[in-house]
């Protein structure tokens, strides 16, 4: 089965720093996707950024970006010039290509943008 | 374009109770599937639906059961609360198809209390 790892509980940074979550994964698929949402106090889960494992290039949106390592099956999130609407907790998210119906969360990351 | 939309917000039941929550899915988009979301942790997948039917379900009880509508909107019942089904419910809608075409829009959640 299946298991999304994130080993960061939480994390703070001041505004306008960068920071990077880290999340790993355990499958055996070659062929799969991977996502990044956040999760702010208002509870709505957001799509922050998305990859497909066959693509070497790594994503990115506006002020987001990910480090996928395909063979560490590892997958960063990265926040550059961060703002204080980047408070949330972020989850790690892995869905099969073989099972591409639901999605499995690692437990998620409390980050803290500070003033 | 309106998003995914859910009802109600917060809802309080006592144990033994049954509850129904609703779901509107993104225009556009033809599948749902239904989450929960327990305090501190990441989603769990309860089942999806397409086409009116169950397609995939998790590991949750026969008392979870769920309904689409030919609107695709849909509804997810619980029968016989337990004080372990508090959470927030989360409902996502996505577009039929393959791959990362199956990328999940969410809703902002319903929030169950069973006391």
């Known amino acids: 089965a299946q298991t999304v790892t994130q080993s960061q509980p939480e994390m703070s940074v001041q505004e306008a720093e960068t920071v990077t979550l880290s999340c790993t994964y355990d499958?055996?698929?070659?062929?799969?996707?991977l996502f990044w949402y956040k999760q702010p106090p208002s509870r709505q889960m957001i799509l922050v950024i998305r990859q497909e494992a066959y693509k070497q290039q790594n994503a990115t949106e506006n002020r987001f970006s990910v480090n996928f390592q395909k063979a560490a099956k590892s997958f960063s999130l990265k926040i550059s010039d961060s703002q204080l609407g980047d408070t949330a907790m972020y989850f790690c998210?892995?869905?099969?290509?073989?099972?591409?119906?639901?999605?499995?969360w690692g437990a998620g990351t409390k980050l803290i943008i500070k003033p | 374009d309106a998003g995914v939309t859910q009802s109600p917000t917060h809802l309080i039941k006592t144990r033994g109770q049954q509850v129904t929550l609703r779901c509107s899915p993104k225009s556009g988009h033809d599948t749902v599937s239904w989450y929960q979301q327990a305090l501190g942790q990441g989603p769990q997948f309860i089942f999806q639906y397409y086409e009116e039917e169950e397609r995939q379900r998790g590991n949750f009880p026969d008392r979870f059961s769920g309904h689409q509508f030919p609107n695709y909107s849909s509804e997810l019942n619980v029968n016989a609360l337990l004080l372990g089904d508090s959470a927030l419910y989360l409902c996502a809608s996505s577009p039929w198809g393959a791959g990362i075409r199956q990328t999940q829009y969410f809703g902002p959640g319903t929030r169950l209390l069973v006391l």
């Open positions: 998210a892995f869905m099969s290509s073989q099972a591409d119906y639901q999605l499995i």
């Open positions: 499958t055996s698929e070659s062929n799969y996707y």
